[in-house]
């Protein structure tokens, strides 16, 4: 199994994706432009779950994802700011962060038929 972390901006997101199987954490930008993310997720072998801070912007992202079948675990920003026990933000941080079992978005899932 691949757990993603993404920190979803409008132009870019920054993940961090930790095959459970290896142990090894792979961190990356990718733009949201042309195929290019599209690929990138289509590439990746099932199965795999996505965690991500909610935001009004990511409606396009969840269909992206519900089209090749792949879990995303959405994440309300107050309960993963409490989860955070440091004040400072730091996107690289907040990435590496769902691979923790008591991580909020272990908790918190997003339906497919709310993901509008």
């Known amino acids: 199994m691949r ?10 997101q920054s993940i961090a994706m930790l095959d459970c199987d290896t142990g ?9 432009e042309g195929e290019a993310l599209r690929e990138f ?27 090749l079948a792949i879990e995303c675990r959405v994440g309300h920003p107050t309960a993963i700011r409490k989860a955070e026990t440091r004040r400072q933000k730091h996107d690289r941080r ?5 691979r923790h079992r008591d991580h ?3 908790a918190i899932v997003i339906t497919r038929s709310t993901a509008s």
Do not use: N
């Open 104 to 106: 909020p978005f272990h």
């Open 94 to 98: 907040d990435v590496r962060a769902p």
């Open 24 to 32: 090894v954490v792979v961190e990356k930008t990718l733009m949201h």
């Open 41 to 67: 997720y289509a590439s990746i072998r099932p199965p795999v779950v996505v965690g991500i801070e909610a935001t009004g912007s990511m409606g396009w992202f969840l269909r992206l994802l519900e089209e």
């Open 3 to 12: 757990l993603i972390g993404c920190d979803f901006h409008a132009t870019q």
